[in-house]
């Protein structure tokens, strides 16, 4: 996998990711817990390099969309490629073009690469699952701009 990631990046992109993907491990680990559980159920599993990580899709369980745990992201769909809603327009707040899924779930993988393990308690003291989340809000930015990943100005 870095072999590849090399010939497309270079040394110092792919040392960034080795170092996130080690900062982020605990996060990641859930992450496999979750997806592998799933296996039993139905779900598939297969690496997205764009997204730099492991995918379980087809997840039985839930009311639908996506969740990223480190370099981990669990779906209930058949596909990241799909496209959503953001949580602005969901909440009624503006009106805005759907957005790709992938790109959403993307923008949280490098969230988490950079928090590691503190990723989870500030996401929940930021609101959770949520519009007023940063979070979810710099996801969507992402998603929309493929710039601003990153919820903090």
Same mark, same amino acid.
């Given at each position: 996998? *870095?072999?590849? !990631?090399?010939?497309?990046?270079?040394?110092?992109?792919?040392?960034?990711?080795?170092?996130?993907?080690? %900062?982020?491990?605990?996060?990641?680990?859930?992450?496999?817990?979750?997806?592998?559980?799933? !296996?039993?159920?139905?779900?598939?599993?297969?690496?997205?390099?764009?997204?730099?990580?492991?995918?379980?899709?087809?997840?039985?369980?839930?009311? @639908?969309?996506?969740? +990223?745990? @480190?370099?981990?992201?669990?779906?209930? @769909?058949?596909? *990241?490629?799909?496209?959503?809603?953001?949580?602005?327009?969901?909440?009624?707040?503006? +009106?805005?073009?759907?957005?790709?899924?992938?790109?959403?779930?993307?923008?949280?993988?490098?969230?988490?690469?950079?928090?590691?393990?503190?990723?989870?308690?500030?996401?929940? !003291?930021?609101?959770?699952?949520?519009?007023?989340?940063?979070?979810?809000?710099?996801?969507?930015?992402?998603?929309?701009?493929?710039? @601003? %990943? %990153?919820? %903090?100005?």
């Amino acid at each position: 996998m *870095l072999a590849k !990631l090399a010939g497309m990046r270079s040394i110092t992109q792919v040392c960034l990711f080795g170092l996130g993907a080690l %900062w982020t491990l605990p996060n990641t680990l859930i992450g496999l817990l979750v997806g592998l559980f799933g !296996l039993a159920f139905g779900a598939r599993m297969s690496w997205r390099e764009a997204e730099l990580a492991v995918v379980f899709r087809c997840w039985p369980w839930g009311a @639908g969309g996506a969740l +990223t745990l @480190g370099n981990v992201i669990v779906h209930t @769909g058949d596909d *990241l490629d799909v496209r959503c809603l953001t949580y602005a327009h969901r909440a009624g707040l503006c +009106t805005e073009a759907s957005v790709s899924l992938a790109d959403h779930e993307r923008a949280h993988v490098y969230q988490y690469m950079v928090l590691g393990p503190l990723f989870l308690p500030l996401y929940l !003291l930021c609101g959770g699952i949520s519009v007023r989340n940063r979070f979810e809000r710099a996801a969507d930015r992402y998603a929309q701009s493929r710039h @601003g %990943w %990153w919820p %903090w100005p």
